[in-house]
């Protein structure tokens, strides 16, 4: 029964309605609230969709909550919803204190004026708190568009995000709304200045469309998918939204999506699929009316992994409000994170990596954690350990990364704080582990307290890398490790006088999806590894230690063989007649596509190398298996 269609309610009835209210706020939602739709015109009952249900749900069972979401999904709309519930029916000892904040004060004021109206279309019965002379749910003595009181005790409060807005106000439930589009480093300044009242109990939510790779949101918000903070994530897609995953009203078609499945390389629709059951019909109740769904929603996951691409006549007529601009679709449609300038790294290609072969570590080691294993070693494989040291300083982190070369597998990783020599342990250790080969970054001067170690271990030095282009400014810098030269080579990597070389090769790589990344921690920097005035660098607030290992590894790998350019044309020609000769289903394409790696394949090569000061590296990589994902 609705209770607010009744006209005499006993005190016991109110109070039994207003706590099933509290403890459901999805009930006390859908029972007493009324919302604007957009796609219907006019005022409809606020009936919530799967989606907005889960962003409830967390909020009503975490403390914390960050909120991806594309533009007119209505998770603002939802969230000021369950605020008014939330405030208008607590008890005077549970009363809450919400903290509105935005990049701009008015906008946080319209955040607010959503929670007020929503007050206002709860039954005056439910204010049992109100005075007799009491004209409505709000004080008097506080009542403004900025700053309101109700009878309960419970307030809410708008303000434009400093370091200085929670001044004098301690509040229950901080609210940051577009939280990635505040200016500067604000947003971090307040977050901080948050951090008394969250401690103690206080709740935090943070919605935003992305915007970039911003100091506040972007950075809670991949921490949080890795496991690294304490905040849930709802993560809301736009074809998610029954209003907008069917075709225009315009059209005289059934309401529901498209799927198309697009070439990688050229963009171009290989196969389409309609789905006429989604959308929104009935307020948001699916109905198939006798049809069978081609793609079921609870497939809609597996569509997206597998390459397909949802549209619609909704989201066509939003890329086109947004001229067909992919940064602007990507971010804005899409929830994409997209930096500052131009990814080194496209996109697409993170995303597949991301979708095929990031997977959690088996186990995590050493001391702190960092130590992450995806796979333990295999005899006869050919391991590759690249080390980015570093001072071991809060502002600086070293990584480790391990490649099984005969696969392309990444098997471990480390991303932490460490001084050089403990670098060095490490290195000795997993090195030994894995039976690897070893190369280090010697340029900044840390590496060679690395190098240095690993030395002293007795690590053996025809498992070391020895620079082949190290320079006399290299000697000069790393006097260090003059004695411990061989033919005029220090032993590790001259990061520098490569650099532009390892990035082509870190991108080529994946790209070319030539080798399989597992870590979410190295996709993260990929992300804010953009172009700076046209060079390749990191983002400010951000590190690259992990891509430059990973960098180091491929480049040492593609390095050995540039004694052997001359004979490139014949080992490429020799892995194609091995292509086509071999009963194996194996992806021509693909091996043509990489002869770099597989000319390890090639006898020819290998004795060719024979004498090469890296001739390890010829142990062999696989030919890579169409279908094969190497997991």
Not at 297 to 302: A, G, K, N, S, V
């Amino acid at each position: 029964m609705c209770m607010s269609s009744t006209k005499q309610l006993t005190k016991g009835q109110k109070l039994i309605e207003i706590a099933r209210c509290l403890k459901d706020p999805i009930y006390a939602i859908e029972t007493y609230l009324y919302t604007e739709d957009r796609t219907q015109g006019g005022e409809v009952p606020f009936r919530l969709f799967p989606k907005q249900k889960e962003l409830v749900h967390g909020y009503v069972d975490h403390r914390h909550n960050i909120v991806m979401k594309p533009r007119q999904a209505g998770i603002s709309t939802t969230t000021a919803a369950y605020a008014a519930v939330l405030t208008a029916l607590s008890n005077p000892k549970s009363k809450h204190k919400i903290l509105i904040a935005a990049n701009k004060q008015e906008t946080a004021k319209e955040f607010l004026k959503k929670i007020r109206d929503f007050t206002r279309q709860l039954p005056d019965w439910m204010d049992i708190y109100r005075p007799a002379n009491g004209k409505d749910w709000f004080s008097p003595d506080k009542n403004s568009d900025s700053h309101y009181r109700l009878h309960n005790g419970s307030e809410v409060k708008a303000v434009a995000s400093s370091k200085d807005a929670l001044r004098g106000y301690t509040p229950s439930i901080i609210i940051v709304d577009e939280a990635a589009f505040i200016e500067g480093s604000r947003g971090e300044e307040f977050y901080e200045a948050a951090q008394p009242s969250l401690s103690t109990g206080g709740r935090c939510i943070l919605i935003s469309t992305p915007n970039g790779y911003d100091p506040l949101y972007h950075k809670t918000y991949k921490l949080a998918k890795l496991g690294k903070n304490n905040y849930n994530t709802v993560d809301m897609k736009w074809y998610e939204d029954p209003r907008y995953n069917g075709r225009n009203k315009s059209e005289n078609f059934l309401h529901g999506m498209t799927w198309n499945l697009l070439d990688e390389k050229s963009g171009e629709v290989v196969e389409s699929i309609f789905d006429p059951c989604s959308g929104d019909i009935n307020h948001y109740t699916i109905k198939s009316k006798g049809t069978t769904c081609t793609v079921p929603q609870d497939t809609w996951d597996e569509m997206i992994e597998k390459g397909y691409a949802p549209t619609s006549g909704w989201f066509e007529s939003m890329c086109s409000d947004l001229n067909h601009n992919p940064r602007s679709i990507a971010q804005e449609l899409l929830c994409s994170f997209l930096g500052s300038g131009d990814n080194v790294i496209d996109d697409k290609y993170v995303k597949r990596q991301e979708r095929d072969n990031v997977r959690p570590p088996i186990r995590k080691e050493w001391i702190d954690g960092n130590m992450w294993i995806w796979e333990d070693p295999i005899k006869d494989h050919q391991y590759i350990l690249a080390a980015d040291a570093s001072s071991g300083s809060a502002a600086d982190a070293a990584g480790i990364c391990i490649f099984d070369y005969t696969t392309g597998n990444q098997v471990a990783e480390y991303q932490g704080k460490v001084a050089p020599d403990i670098l060095g342990e490490m290195c000795a250790h997993y090195g030994g582990s894995y039976d690897a080969h070893v190369v280090v970054d010697i340029t900044g001067g840390w590496g060679a307290a690395t190098v240095l170690k690993l030395i002293d271990l007795g690590y053996p030095k025809k498992k070391m890398y020895y620079d082949i282009t190290v320079g006399i400014d290299a000697i000069e810098n790393n006097k260090a490790l003059q004695k411990h030269m061989d033919n005029g080579k220090l032993p590790g990597l001259n990061f520098q006088k490569n650099r532009n070389v390892i990035i082509s090769e870190l991108e080529k790589g994946i790209r070319m999806d030539t080798f399989k990344l597992r870590s979410a921690r190295a996709l993260m920097e990929m992300d804010t590894f953009v172009y700076i005035n046209g060079r390749p660098d990191h983002m400010k607030g951000y590190h690259d230690d992990l891509l430059m290992s990973i960098g180091m590894a491929l480049f040492v790998a593609m390095s050995s063989f540039k004694d052997l350019e001359k004979s490139r044309g014949q080992a490429k020609a020799m892995v194609e007649s091995w292509v086509v000769t071999s009963t194996d289903s194996t992806d021509v394409d693909t091996l043509s596509r990489n002869v770099d790696f597989y000319m390890a394949n090639n006898e020819v090569n290998r004795s060719q190398a024979a004498d090469s000061p890296h001739n390890w590296v010829f142990g062999g990589m696989y030919g890579f298996r169409k279908g094969d994902k190497r997991r």
